[in-house]
């Protein structure tokens, strides 16, 4: 940060900004994955297995580089249509690849709503909606 208010995207290579953000403009996502075992044994016939080392339990061979993952976006990309060649992809700007893979691969409930929100936190935030939304969200 600037200031502790304000955020600044740099290229890691060349130090020249790109973007800057402030606080207000920025969401993050915590993601923890564990895995549980009944005991000791459990876990450790996990390890022999030759997972447990980090990293998603995978060995650092077994896991794939940043370009091997943007090798296969960019030939899914390219069979759905979305560029013209998986070249094409893998040459254009990195930002640029990374925010097409967004719109191609994340889509949020009813993407053609008006308001793209998350409709079943919605009954819990206004409960008197929770018996409109429960055809669509269960629990």
Known sequence: TEDGERWV????????????????????????????????????????????????GRRKEDQMSLDEVLKVFAGDLAARGVVASAEAALTMDRLKLAMMIMDVYIKYPF?????????????????????LLSFACPL
């Open 9 to 56: 995207l740099q290229e890691s290579e060349t130090g020249q900004i790109l973007e800057r953000y402030s606080t207000s403009d920025l969401r993050i996502t915590v993601v923890y994955r564990a895995r549980c075992f009944e005991g000791a044994k459990e876990a450790e016939e996990y390890k022999a297995r030759g997972f447990g080392h980090g990293r998603g």
């Open 111 to 131: 993407p053609d709503a008006a308001v793209p929100v998350n409709y079943c936190a919605l009954g819990k935030l206004v409960p008197a909606l929770k018996p």
